[in-house]
């Protein structure tokens, strides 16, 4: 049983940090692209970075370039969401997601399992 589990969200001030993990268990973790997605109130759900299989190649929507850092480490399984600066139109639920393949997309439909979701909120 494939299981994506997230850790780490709550409620920050704006400005403030957080670091989401999310740990994998029941798939070949090492060889498959992992992203992050997030759903804010009454809005769709959206791509925030992606990363390849090995960690060489990163991507970000273009609201959370140079604040946050996606990061893997393959020997434990997981992967991190390191969030700087943040803002109030951060808050969201936050979900992690396994890719069908090494390479990362911003597509929803190129990732096979996704995880619980984890709240973020960011007050002003």
């Known amino acids: 049983q494939v299981q994506l589990v997230e850790s780490g969200g709550g409620l920050v001030q704006a400005g403030g940090s957080l670091r989401l993990s999310c740990t994998t268990s029941?798939?070949?973790?090492?060889?498959?692209?992992m992203g992050w997605f997030r759903q804010a109130p009454g809005k769709e759900r959206e791509f925030v970075a992606g990363i390849n299989w090995n960690g060489g190649i990163v991507d970000y929507v273009d609201s959370v370039k140079g604040r946050f850092t996606i990061s893997r480490d393959n020997a434990k399984n997981t992967v991190h969401l390191q969030m700087n600066s943040l803002k109030p139109e951060d808050t969201a639920v936050y979900y992690c997601?396994?890719?069908?393949?090494?390479?990362?997309?911003?597509?929803?439909?190129?990732?096979?399992?996704w995880g619980q979701g984890t709240q973020i909120t960011v007050s002003s």
């Open positions: 997601a396994a890719g069908r393949s090494g390479s990362y997309s911003a597509y929803e439909g190129d990732y096979a399992y």
């Open positions: 029941g798939r070949a973790f090492s060889t498959e692209a």
